[in-house]
């Protein structure tokens, strides 16, 4: 009996190894889900990687800022993958201004790293946010 209870206790180890190998619903490891910041010249951007949206490669935006700045995220922003390739964003939806909120959206990429880049905000020639 001791035998039979031991192969059992084996088998059920093991599928559920198995299936944790296979589960789709995986969640991201957590260092893509930790925000990165950004508070060169008087201007903090947090910057926070949205897995959860599958349509686009998404990015929650986040500024507080007691200087006029350029919060045309849409057009002073990019995406670049592992391989160097840089992406334009489709759509940049929220709030502008001194605490400028909201989602930057580009196209869905597969790369596993990759690199937002915010250019030109109050005299800082690039802002890169890496993943």
């Known amino acids: ?21 296979v589960s789709g619903g995986e969640k991201p490891p957590a260092d893509l889900l930790e925000p990165r910041v950004n508070s060169d010249a008087g201007i903090k951007i947090t910057v926070t990687y949205l897995p959860d949206i599958s349509d686009a490669t998404a990015f929650d935006i986040k500024v507080t800022a007691h ?37 930057l959206r580009f196209p869905k990429i597969e790369s596993k790293r990759f690199e937002l880049v915010i250019k030109n905000i109050a005299e800082v020639e690039e802002r890169v946010f890496k993943w």
């Open 1 to 21: 009996m001791k035998i039979s209870g031991v192969i059992i206790t084996i088998f059920v180890l093991i599928a559920v190894a198995i299936s944790g190998c």
């Open 67 to 103: 200087n006029d700045y350029n919060d045309d995220f849409k057009s002073n922003s990019f995406l670049r993958d592992s391989s160097g390739k840089t992406y334009q964003p489709i759509s940049y939806e929220g709030e502008g201004g001194h605490h400028a909120s909201g989602t």
